[in-house]
């Protein structure tokens, strides 16, 4: 499987330098063009000799024709939902792939603002990933077919801090490169914290992810966009994985949920969209995942809201169910009707500060006719830096989410099973 990340890795690189050599030989093409048309018109005079401004305005594509709302896929068998078509079937053709199953991994809350203690860290160590993630981290991120975060900032040097919010973050563009050092693939920008700039950075925080060739899901220029999962098309299977957040959980929340029209996240504190969405995609994709920021903070029990929509989730057709917000580990468990839906609470911080907690990884492997199979990875963040737990306190954490969880234990592999199973 790390051959096969490190093949999609290399095509999203040959794409990016196709672009930029398509777009110097469009350039000079035109420059070409401008200087015959003028040696053609011959000797110009006075005002005349002024640019046409209708001549040297810049190419923008229309949002209805190829604009904002369109995307090219990242790679050839990675791509966002609708909207990903580039027009040009030849290029978007590729090779069956073989069937197999297929590794999706999850961490929680990321944080690179260099106001804060981890983007501080970072920084101070030059932007190297390896001095704050231990090495057998960035390997199992990095080997593994299909790596996703929630990304708890915007990238952006626009915008104004929303007045009155204790904590706003975010970072500069360039810091996205930290996603593809690290083995990232895709990030959740349904958060309470991706609107903490205002519109102006969360459009810039979509264009850096895009130029990066991150996919991301859970917000958009409308709703239509933000409620769109990420797709992953790999080992003969598709796969959906949408994000949503039900905070804040106010009527008139701080983080702007996105509108016809309007850009923002996708909320789901009101869950009928959300639902909608996952059940009609039930139909379209082989699996559906939903990754939800939802619970409180600091709380390891899960809440009454937390329960309720899992249930709900899980009815409308979910099968992989994965949370973050409250900053710890929370418990696992099964629900639906059938409770055959795995639920993970909380993965708790990935790299956020600097306090030392407890947190997990989320392994979901998807085999096509089976049930999924989920592997909870044992990790510690602390004093700015996150590894892997190994030993006794791997054991410990295991046993941690097993004593919160219901329904449900993690075995010494941190494998998730039934308890009456």
């Known amino acids: 499987m790390a051959e096969r990340k490190k093949q999609r890795n290399r095509k999203r690189k040959e794409q990016r330098i196709f672009l930029g050599v398509l777009l110097g030989v469009l350039l000079a093409g035109s420059c070409v063009l401008m200087i015959l048309a ?42 966002r939902g609708e909207g990903t078509d580039t027009g040009n079937e030849e290029d978007e053709a590729t090779e069956p792939e073989e069937q197999g199953a297929v590794t999706l991994l999850f961490a929680g809350d990321i944080l690179f603002d260099p106001n804060y203690a981890t983007g501080a860290e970072l920084a101070n160590r030059g932007g190297s990933v390896e001095s704050v993630f231990s090495k057998d981290l960035l ?15 915007p990238y952006s040097e626009r915008g104004t801090a929303t007045e009155g919010k204790a904590f706003t973050f975010r970072a500069k563009p360039s810091s996205v490169s930290y996603l593809t050092e690290m083995g990232v693939d895709g990030v959740s920008l349904a958060n309470n914290h991706a609107y903490d700039y205002g519109e102006d950075a969360l459009l810039d925080t979509m264009a850096a992810l895009e130029k990066e060739g991150i996919a991301f899901a859970g917000a ?13 098309e790999l080992g003969g299977q598709k796969i959906a994985v949408f994000c949503a957040t039900q905070i804040e959980r106010l009527d008139t929340p701080d983080t702007r949920g996105a509108a016809d029209g309007v850009p923002g996240v996708f909320r789901c504190w009101n869950p009928e969209q959300l639902l909608r969405v996952v059940a009609e995609a039930k139909g379209t994709y082989d699996r559906v995942i939903v990754f939800i920021h939802w619970g409180t903070e600091s ?70 006719g089976e049930t999924p199979q989920i592997r909870m990875i044992p990790a510690i963040q602390g004093s700015c830096r ?5 030993g006794a306190e791997k054991s410990r954490i295991l046993s941690k989410i097993t004593g919160l969880s219901e329904g449900a234990y993690l075995d010494e592999n941190g494998l998730m099973i039934r308890t009456d199973s």
């Open 386 to 390: 996150t590894s892997l737990a190994a």
């Open 299 to 368: 709380e390891e029990a899960p809440d009454w809201a937390q329960k309720d929509q899992a249930e709900s989730i899980a009815n409308a057709g979910a099968d992989v169910i994965i949370g973050a917000h409250p900053h710890v580990l929370q418990g696992v468990t099964y629900a639906g009707e059938n409770d055959d839906t795995p639920v993970i609470y909380s993965l708790g911080n990935f790299y956020f500060s600097s306090k030392t907690l407890d947190t997990a990884l989320c392994e979901v492997t998807l085999t096509l």
């Open 220 to 232: 958009g220029h409308d709703l239509s966009e933000a409620s769109r999962p990420i797709v992953i």
């Open 139 to 153: 390997d199992l991120m990095r080997g593994t077919d299909y790596c996703i975060v929630n990304n708890e900032f």
């Open 38 to 79: 003028a040696l053609k018109k011959g000797p110009v005079r006075g005002d005349a000799s002024k640019a046409d401004p209708a001549a040297s305005e810049k190419s923008v594509p229309a949002e209805g024709d190829g604009g904002l709302l369109e995307r090219v896929a990242s790679s050839d068998d990675v791509k």
